[in-house]
């Protein structure tokens, strides 16, 4: 009697063994896929805008085209345009093109974030310059900022190109972010590079590029990057 109990017990341990391994109840896990950067194709960075129409009725204001590439894994797109440092537009779409009425004889800066369910990325600046005659100078467009890793001595080279249209000499302020952490910080800079700083791997820096003019006017450029494994 007691041989056929212990026989039963473990006939019992093997059945809920086999049930437990045969098959999982729990949901799967859904991957965390948040989108990647948006390219901004038009206006064309850094150039006076060509691609445009004349608003009637209205010889101060022109529209102006936006274009930009799809982003893997983006559900849709906020498109942003600043005036210095004055947000003039801000609106989400689906699409991949927009046409956004904007003053004459302006410097205007844009980027795009792409969101879906997962996060937002934001992707780097632009800048343009619409028709007409400015009040003053134009603003200076928007730097365009190159960032490279060296891996042996692990320096992040940063640097940038500025422009602007009346050809004014420029100056410009510099930020330096880890993980959104200030880490360096520079103002009124004639030269266009910054001694290296050594980088942590994986990690998330971002580069903030103010051009100055020296009638006050000024753009933001700014950059982020991941560095290497």
Known sequence: MKCSRIIFLCLGVLGLTFF???GDDRPPTNPVNPPEKAVGTLPANNEPCSEYEEVA????KVLVLFEWEAAQFAES?????????????????????TKVELDR????????TSVNEDGQTIGDSYSFSTPGVPIGNFA?????????????????????????QDGDALTYDVKVFKEGRSIFEA??????????????IETEYSVEVISKDGSGNFSISKRTVHSPD
Do not use: H, R
């Open 105 to 112: 004889g302006k410097t205007y800066t844009w980027f795009l």
């Open 187 to 200: 103002v009124d800079l004639a030269s266009t590079a910054i001694t290296p700083i050594e980088f942590s």
């Open 57 to 60: 009725g209205n010889d101060a």
């Open 20 to 22: 437990s391994c045969g």
């Open 77 to 97: 797109y906020v498109l942003t345009i600043l005036e210095g440092s004055t947000q003039v537009f801000n609106t989400s779409f689906s699409a991949l093109s």
């Open 140 to 164: 200076p467009y928007t730097a365009v900022i190159t960032i490279t890793f060296d891996e042996g001595p692990s320096q992040m080279n940063i640097s940038w190109t500025g422009s602007d």
